[in-house]
């Protein structure tokens, strides 16, 4: 019964493709985020959605958008693919926000 | 602006050594911290946490930190860490707009057999 469930695990595609990535969490939490982790392990917050209200950091490209079909999902999908889009992405859950939060598996994203 | 720092970017120890890394924060009033570990090609796990109450908390796997407020310090410690320490360490807290959970940059610890 995996808490926060990411797919796909891996995910390799060429520059200027659209992709998605799923998240979903079984924990009743009423908070979900979207990390991007780099090759040196820094991890950004890239969105923080809760209660309907999503909460971006300036700094993402619009690009990047999630969407929130219900509580327990949140997608994020990626326009126009670029190379320096390669990561790890991480979804999160929390039951608020400011308690813990409790991490997918990860997707490596591979943009060639 | 707020911030949580980690200025130790890399560790290593040899199995049975102390260790500590620090974590400082940049921001007032409520403060909630937490440290998580990523070991190698996995996702972050919890170690522990503070709310408030007892500056010293403990976490899994022997790990403890201790929340000094007049140095906005959360310091990671164990006192004997062995190999299956290896791992990334972050310090986080919820901060800024919509109080996103936010990380450090990070700790590699490289424990030596």
């Known amino acids: 019964d995996t808490a926060v469930s990411q797919t796909p695990k891996y995910l390799v595609t060429q520059m200027g493709n659209d992709k998605s990535i799923k998240c979903e969490q079984n924990?009743?939490?009423?908070?979900m985020y979207w990390y991007k982790q780099d090759s040196k392990k820094f991890l950004k917050i890239m969105f923080s959605?809760?209660?309907?209200?999503?909460?971006i950091n300036e700094t993402v490209p619009n690009r990047f958008s999630p969407k929130s079909p219900d509580k327990a999902h949140l997608n994020l999908h990626i326009n126009s693919l670029e190379l320096g889009d390669s990561a790890v992405y991480f979804c999160?859950?929390?039951?608020?926000?400011?308690?813990?939060?409790?991490f997918g598996q990860g997707t490596r994203l591979t943009v060639v | 602006a707020q911030s949580v720092s980690q200025h130790n970017h890399h560790v290593i120890l040899s199995e049975a050594a102390s260790l500590e890394l620090g974590c400082n924060y940049s921001?007032?009033?409520?403060?909630?911290l937490f440290w998580y570990v990523q070991y190698p090609g996995q996702h972050l796990q919890l170690l522990l946490k503070?709310?408030?109450?007892?500056?010293l908390v403990k976490g899994i796997k022997g790990f403890e930190a201790e929340f000094i407020k007049s140095k906005f310090s959360f310091n990671l410690r164990k006192p004997s860490v062995q190999w299956s320490d290896t791992a990334e360490y972050f310090c986080?807290?919820?901060?800024?707009?919509?109080?996103?959970?936010?990380f450090g940059g990070g700790t590699r610890l490289m424990v030596k057999p």
């Open positions: 959605y809760n209660n309907k209200e999503l909460i």
């Open positions: 921001y007032g009033g409520t403060v909630n």
């Open positions: 999160a859950s929390s039951q608020s926000v400011n308690t813990e939060a409790f």
């Open positions: 986080a807290s919820p901060m800024g707009a919509g109080n996103m959970l936010t």
């Open positions: 503070y709310f408030s109450g007892d500056p």
């Open positions: 924990l009743g939490h009423d908070t």
